[in-house]
């Protein structure tokens, strides 16, 4: 059986640990209580790429009753998420900092802050670029006969989706340094192999996107290119790793 000793650094931490998770939704519900009495002006300023673009008379609808009182809703708790994400991953820092060295902490920091812009960064790209191009496409190539109208619960299921995969997509960067510090790979390695990963981004452009080719190319294009951002960072880090050791 575990000693006293042994047990109680582990209440401890899941102590601190249930203060850190407490604290990250304490921040996300005072965010959504500040921006509930705006949760209708949120959702038309989300779906304004697609309205702007409808045909003439055509209109957004909802299928279900409850629909235009819940979808509002469901945007703003998830608007409110991502703007306490900087406060959630301080609480991520701030619980696994007393495990880390001097050098670590000095990297993981950084780290957290950067991935926090590069996610906002993926999610202004895909409302500002992606979306009045994706939208533009879609309702130019509607089908003779048939009414263009787009249930709001199914356009905000449409428009996280692609939130989530253009900011999951702008951590590339991230993910490298991260890769190269741990010693996963190199730089060298990852240069070598830049055709394969050029194909992989458009495949997991592919994967993540609607099926056309627009929105294919708008994700796996910047991925290429925040993953040469990634391997120029990667070389300086490893460099100043390596001298030091």
Not at 5 to 16: C, D, G
Not at 60 to 78: E, N, W
Not at 168 to 194: N, Q
Request: proline share 7%; aromatic share 16%.
């Amino acid at each position: 059986m575990p000693s006293v000793e042994q047990t109680q650094p582990l209440i401890s931490h899941l102590l601190e640990l249930r203060s850190r998770l407490l604290r990250a939704l304490i921040a996300v519900f005072v965010v959504f209580l500040g921006l509930i009495y705006f949760a209708n002006d949120i959702y038309e300023f989300v779906s304004a790429p697609l309205v702007d673009r409808l045909p003439e008379g055509a209109t957004m609808i909802a299928t279900d009753v409850a629909s235009p009182f819940f979808t509002p809703l469901k945007l703003t708790l998830i608007a409110s998420i991502f703007i306490a994400v900087p406060f959630i991953l301080y609480q991520v820092w701030a619980f696994v900092a007393p495990g880390l060295y001097k050098h670590e902490r000095r990297l993981i920091m950084p780290l957290l802050l950067s991935s926090s812009l590069l996610f906002y960064c993926g999610v202004a790209f895909a409302y500002f670029v992606v979306f009045p191009l994706v939208f533009s496409f879609f309702t130019a190539i509607s089908l003779g006969g048939v009414e263009f109208a787009t249930d709001i619960s199914s356009y905000l299921d449409f428009v996280l989706a692609l939130f989530l995969a253009f900011g999951i997509a702008f951590e590339v960067p991230v993910a490298i340094i991260l890769l190269c510090w741990t010693g996963a790979t190199d730089p060298k390695s990852l240069s070598e192999k830049r055709p394969y990963i050029i194909v992989g981004a458009f495949v997991v452009g592919m994967m993540l996107t609607p099926p056309d080719i627009i929105s294919q190319t708008l994700l796996a294009v910047p991925m290429c290119l925040l993953f040469e951002v990634g391997l120029f960072f990667a070389r300086f880090y490893v460099a100043k790793q390596t001298n030091e050791s």
